[in-house]
Antibody
Framework: EVQLVESGGGLVKPGGSLRLSCAAS????????MNWVRQAPGKGLEWVSS???????YYADSVKGRFTISRDNAKNSLYLQMSSLRAEDTAVYYC??????????????WGQGTLVTVSS | QSALTQPPSASGSPGQSVTISCTGT?????????VSWYQQHPGKAPKLMIY???KRPSGVPDRFSGSKSGNTASLTVSGLQAEDEADYYC?????????FGGGTKLTVL
């Protein structure tokens, strides 16, 4: 059974940093593109970042230069290092797997999400 | 990376069909056949319903279908059922990025 479990969310002050993790199981992690998608409270979905199986990386303009996506295939884990956090980064952050090779375009498995709150 | 345009709401009675539109530009929806649709129930993670415009993942009922014409993609739900009531989001590849629509709340009357 495919499982994605996020962790690392919490309350952080504006300008602070946080590292999210996503533990994957039930599939060959190294073969898949992985993604972070967020959802602000009461709002819609927003794509954040993707990393392909070959570690090509893509970011939304809203997080470029502040967030860093990475993966550790040996640990079956996906990460999102977030810095210079702003109030508008407050959201539930989901880890999601791509069903096809074009990163971010077909997210067939999602984690339960981890809440990041940026507030003083 | 502007959001795709979806109607905020849609509705239909059980057994009816409803179509939700998703309008973008030639840089996203119109330029690539990588449109997806997601269903999200309150408090739950999204679920992939359609990918590559019209493909259904295993387990998704064939009552759900997708199509595209020019810069507008559409999701049609046929034979509406109570459990179809949810938020629906479209997304599109936009060349090294992905853009989502604002979401449509589907109400089953």
């Amino acid at each position: 059974e495919v499982q994605l479990v996020e962790s690392g969310g919490g309350l952080v002050k504006p300008g602070g940093s946080l590292r999210l993790s996503c533990a994957a199981s039930g599939f060959t992690f190294s073969n898949y593109s992985m993604n972070w998608v967020r959802q602000a409270p009461g709002k819609g979905l927003e794509w954040v970042s993707s990393i392909t199986s070959r570690s090509y990386i893509y970011y939304a303009d809203s997080v470029k230069g502040r967030f860093t996506i990475s993966r550790d295939n040996a640990k079956n884990s996906l990460y999102l290092q977030m810095s210079s956090l702003r109030a508008e980064d407050t959201a539930v952050y989901y880890c999601a797997r791509d069903i096809i090779a074009v990163a971010g375009t077909s997210l067939d498995y999602w984690g339960q999400g981890t809440l990041v709150t940026v507030s003083s | 990376q502007s959001a795709l345009t979806q109607p905020p709401s849609a509705s239909g009675s059980p057994g009816q069909s409803v179509t939700i539109s998703c309008t973008g530009t030639s840089s996203d929806v119109g330029g690539y056949n990588y449109v997806s649709w997601y269903q999200q129930h309150p408090g739950k993670a999204p679920k992939l319903m359609i990918y590559e415009v019209s493909k259904r993942p295993s387990g998704v009922p064939d009552r759900f279908s997708g199509s595209k014409s020019g810069n507008t993609a559409s999701l049609t739900v046929s034979g509406l059922q109570a459990e179809d009531e949810a938020d629906y989001y479209c997304s599109s590849y936009a060349g090294s990025s992905v853009v989502f629509g604002g979401g449509t709340k589907l109400t089953v009357l």
